[in-house]
Structures are given as C-alpha cells and as structure tokens.
C-alpha cells in the first residue's frame, strides 16, 4: 500500500468507510497538520468515531483540539518532564526487582501476567495516588476496552460503567482526604481555578474592579478545568499510562528473544538501553493507529482529496516501517538512527506520557536482562496470540524460561 496507494478508503473495524494512510512522510505531516481535528463533531453523521465513552470519560485530550487541548494539557505536562520523570527512577526499578524477586523461583512465567503488566500500573497508579486494592480491577476494565471479548459483547459497556463509578468515588476521596499525589494536586488546581473564576463574576462589577483583577478573572476563567474534564484527564493518564508501557516492554522483550544478535550486543552494552528503546518502539511500538481524525475541510493527503468530516487513521505501524525513511525498515537495528520515529506521535498530540514510558521500558528491559541470563522463548513464535484489537499492539501472554 505504501507504494501504490499510500491514501485508500477502506473498510473499518467497524464495518464503515475510512481513509487510511500508510506512508511516512504523509503519517508525518498529518499529524501535525491542524485540520485534521480529533473532535467528533467534526465527523459526518454514520463515520467511523471510535468507542464511545460517557461524557464524564469523554472530555479527553484524544478528542479535542486547541484552545481546549492546550488549556487541559498545560494543567498536567509538568508532571511528565524527563526531569520530573527521572526521579522516579529509583521507585520504578524497586518495583521492577520485586516483581522479578517474585518468579524468579519458578523459572518460567508469563512475562505479560507478572512483569510488563504489573509494572505500569503500579508506577501510574502510586504517581496518581489509586489505592492498591483497585489496581487489578483497573487492569480488567483497560483490556475490555482496548480488545473486546466478541463472546461478551456486554464487557465494554460494564467497564465503562464500572470504571464511571471507580473515578467517581476517587475524586471524591483525594478531595475529603488529598496525597501527595498527582490526581490531588489537579483537583487542588481544579478547585482553585473555579473558585477564582467564581470569586470575579461575583466581585467584577463591584467599584473595585481594576485592569488587573479583570484579565485575572478572564485567565481563571479561560484555564479552568471542568469536572467532567478533571475526571476524563484522570482516566486518560491511568488508561494510556498503563496499556502503552504494557505493550512496550512486553513487544521490546519479544523482539530482542528473536533477535539473539542484538540481545547479545545489549547484554556487553546495557549502557546502550536507553537508545536501543527507540529502536525497539519503531521497530514493534503499542500503537498501530493514531487516535481517529476528521477533516475540518476536504484534505488533500498524500496527492488524494480526502472528503471534510470522513475518518482517517494514520498508520504509525506502516510509517515506522516505511523503507524510504529506515533502510531495511523490517529489520530490527539497535544501532539504527532512529530519529522522527513516529511511535509515540508527532505534533501538538505527542504522547504525553513518552518520558514515563521510555523510562518504564529501559528499567525493565535492564532488570530483566540483569536477572535472567538465559532468558528464551517458552513456546514457539508461531503459538503466540496477540491482542484482537485495532488500537494496540500486544501479546495476550509471553510465555519465558530462564
């Protein structure tokens, strides 16, 4: 497709017409291109849109464009710095050990079930403050969403509700009892930004309204969070916090097993994590697909006019492996320069979480390889089962013995 018809109209998942886009460049340039909106209501009346969540989940970044997007972004982008990330190192490595500590008696495990899922959710959900006892609930709730059971087609929509209620009830403790965390400290500028925006509708009109107390109140007004957007940024961060990190170590860990070269060449090197993470991602990242877009106005993408308000997805799988950008794309090249790799997005819309999740991936992949010296496959390649999903790219389980 790249090489003949790199803009088609296809089939989607769910039966409909959307446009998908599969070269580099074009990947590229669309998704930074503002006229390709992620708000639904810009998309035509029977078009592809997603899976609907209730409006409290729904006020999200993957639906919004700027100003909102930026308003809501700028409330939580400050927690996810590399420098802010990188104190977390420490914590996260600790976690990683005691996982490992864990099986390392059995010799053989499912790496998905125990490793490269139990370590994201706990690093997001202590960052967020969830109590413990939720965690694995929270697990379930991801994995109907993310790979629906055809043979429970009710499974998605009691998640939602389930997760509904969970986010309901933890908003209301953080705020009788706030941590020190970070889902405390947005509701703290939550609260702060709709007390102050209410404090200057009710004072403005007074005589000692000034200059400076109306451009206040015109900035609390215009950062304020709502609480359906407050609770939607929660979920978001839980949500794309845990299943982007699960799918990334557990698809690096597969491709280094089937590449004993480069397992080799990592294991005299560890130094060389870091850099071979961005290899790894390109060569097999947790995405196939960019979050849906519509045109804000018909489009010409890649020489095809791709109508406003039709769907279009944006394959980060084919770009990353778009030989005119990486040379011999299908193969996996720690020494690679993977530079404008487009795993994790590109533009106004780039993970938000990247740092945490390069980080999370680089100590598991160290303390796996420290551990377990004779680390292999525990069943041929070919009895693998992925994930039946669209939106991520996953094992289902990554059977090992060491």
Known sequence: MRETGPVQRIVGPDGRPVWIVTRYDDVRQALADPRLSLDKRHSLPGSYRGFALPPALDANLLNMDPPDHTRIRRFVTQAFTARRTETLR???????????????????????????????????????GVPTGHRRDFREWTDALVAPDPARPEGMKQAVGSMLGFFTELLAHKRAEPGDDLLSALIAARDRSADTAEDVTRDGTGPADTAGLAAEGRRATEDRLSEDELMSLAFLILFAGYENTVQLIGNATLALLRHPDQLAALRADPGRTAAAVEELVRYDGPALLAIRRFPVEDLVIGGVTVPAG??????????????????????????????????????????????????????????????????????????LRWRASTRARGLMALPVRY
Do not use: K, M, W
């Not at 030989?323 to 994790?344: M, V």
């Not at 991936?361 to 377990?372: C, D, Q, S």
């Open 90 to 128: 420490e914590p996260i490595r600790r976690t990683a050990d005691e996982l490992l500590d864990a099986i390392a008696p059995d010799r053989q495990a499912d790496l998905i079930a125990s490793y490269a899922a139990p370590l994201p959710i706990t690093v997001i959900c202590e960052l967020l």
């Open 310 to 383: 039709e769907t279009v997805l944006l394959s980060l799988a084919s770009a990353n492996r778009d030989p005119h950008r990486f040379p011999d794309a299908d193969r996996l090249d720690l020494d690679r320069d993977t530079a404008g790799h487009l795993a994790l997005g590109h533009g106004i819309h780039y993970c938000l979480g990247a740092p945490l999740a390069r980080l999370e991936t680089e100590i598991a992949l160290t303390a796996l390889l420290e551990r377990f010296p004779r680390l292999a496959l525990g069943v041929p390649y070919d009895e």
